[in-house]
């Protein structure tokens, strides 16, 4: 049965059945109907889902039905800032090269905005920009540890911070170089890094109009 996380998979299915409309493929838009209609994952809906590997939403909702999403805690040193992340326990970390990220070892992972819940410490919290001003460092005006804060390659999303999240969540880490010092083709060349902040109901739709 569905369990607290009702609102993501409900989301998923959504783009699920759109995509299947679209492709005109019954068989299997009548089998997600049905899933969401009963909420009860079978291992025949599992086994369908998991072969779909164009489908961005089938699997995402093969990772959540398998549990392979975890709700990640943590925060600034000093305590005052402190947020909750929907995730992998398998993170995908990036190391920029730019001239800020260097400076300050901004090793992160990004995610859409619905999956990070700021918990506390709003007014604690100072936005540095530069250059483009897209993204906002923001960080902890009593320690001064950055958290998690707005890329310039996902602003509709957050890059968090490994290292600030609570012990107990993480089960691996795979960290992917970024050549920050040449932005503009590091982003063109790169085949999926925007689409790792795209919220559910948009980014496969935006492939199948």
């Known amino acids: 049965m569905f369990t607290h996380k009702d609102d993501f998979i409900q989301k998923q299915l959504y783009g699920c059945k759109r995509y299947f409309m679209r492709r005109n493929n019954i068989s299997l838009y009548t089998t997600v109907l049905e899933f969401s209609r009963t909420a009860v994952a079978t291992e025949t809906v599992l086994e369908l889902l998991i072969g779909l590997h164009d489908c961005l939403f089938c699997q995402r909702l093969v990772a959540v039905l398998q549990m392979d999403l975890v709700k990640h805690t943590g925060g600034c040193h000093c305590g005052a800032v402190r947020f909750e992340v929907l995730s992998s326990p398998d993170l995908h970390v990036f ?96 085949k999926s890094i925007r689409d790792m902040s795209k919220p559910e109901a948009d980014a496969q739709l935006k492939n199948t109009q």
């Open 95 to 190: 190391q920029c090269n730019c001239s800020i990220c260097t400076k300050k070892q901004n090793h992160h992972f990004i995610v859409p905005k619905n999956h990070f819940t700021l918990l506390q410490g709003s007014d604690y919290l100072i936005t540095y920009t530069f250059n483009t001003h897209i993204a906002k460092h923001t960080f902890c005006k009593t320690c001064g540890v950055q958290s998690f804060y707005t890329p310039r390659s996902n602003p509709d999303g957050y890059g968090v911070a490994p290292h600030c999240l609570d012990p107990g969540t993480v089960r691996s880490v795979t960290v992917e170089t970024f050549c920050g010092e040449k932005w503009e083709e590091s982003m063109q060349a790169h």
